[in-house]
């Protein structure tokens, strides 16, 4: 079962997989598409695309920044004469490298950021059209869990270094404690 949002300007649209469809009760696909119904709505999208290139030019500038100072401290022994040598491209690969695992920490970080951003819009853009729309979605996630058997308390390490979305126990705490409502709160998204 999957759903998702694609596309940028005309070509933007919302898919759910007909998958979703024949396994999710009513309720769990109100929810699914509620939760794409955020990305869409949020302009994620385009703020992901905008955060990737923006994080792809810092780390490009970090690399170039600091080819010169490792080629400095380690090119003769490296035999390697200078940044115009094609002997340093493996250096500079390393460097990417090295900066290509900051920027996935950093890019899983923003993914479920905005992962956690649809969570809620899916609560409040399904309350009133779901009977309990927390309950509806931690069933969902439960289901999907067991099925495909999550690790339901993974290595707090392993969330930060490989994770793009909210763990599956945190989405589900999330789901059952969501209720700005009762505490005469304003929701954040859906007003």
């Known amino acids: 079962a999957n759903a998702y949002v694609t596309g940028l300007g005309a070509s933007k649209r919302i898919v759910v997989w007909d998958t979703t469809l024949a396994q999710e009760t009513t309720d769990g696909v ?12 949020l302009g994620h999208v385009w703020k992901a695309l905008a955060f990737f290139c923006l994080l792809t030019l810092v780390l490009l500038y970090l690399a170039h920044r600091s080819i010169g100072p490792l080629l ?12 115009h040598d094609w002997a340093c491209l493996p250096a500079l690969l390393l460097l990417i490298c090295i900066y290509g695992c900051v920027g996935g920490v950093l890019g899983g970080a923003f993914s479920r950021y905005e992962e956690n951003q649809a969570d809620i819009y899916s609560l409040e853009v399904t309350r009133g059209i779901v009977a309990d729309p927390g309950q509806a979605s931690a069933e969902s996630f439960q289901r999907f869990g067991e099925k495909v058997f999550v690790d ?18 945190q989405r589900i705490r999330l789901f059952a404690t969501y209720d700005p409502w009762s505490r005469g709160q304003e929701p954040r998204f859906v007003k």
């Open 30 to 41: 109100l929810t699914v598409f509620g939760h794409e119904l955020g990305h869409y709505a």
């Open 72 to 83: 400095a401290a380690r090119g003769p022994a490296w035999g390697i004469r200078g940044l």
């Open 152 to 169: 339901p308390d993974p290595n707090p390490l392993d969330v930060v270094l490989f994770f793009d979305h909210p763990t599956l126990a």
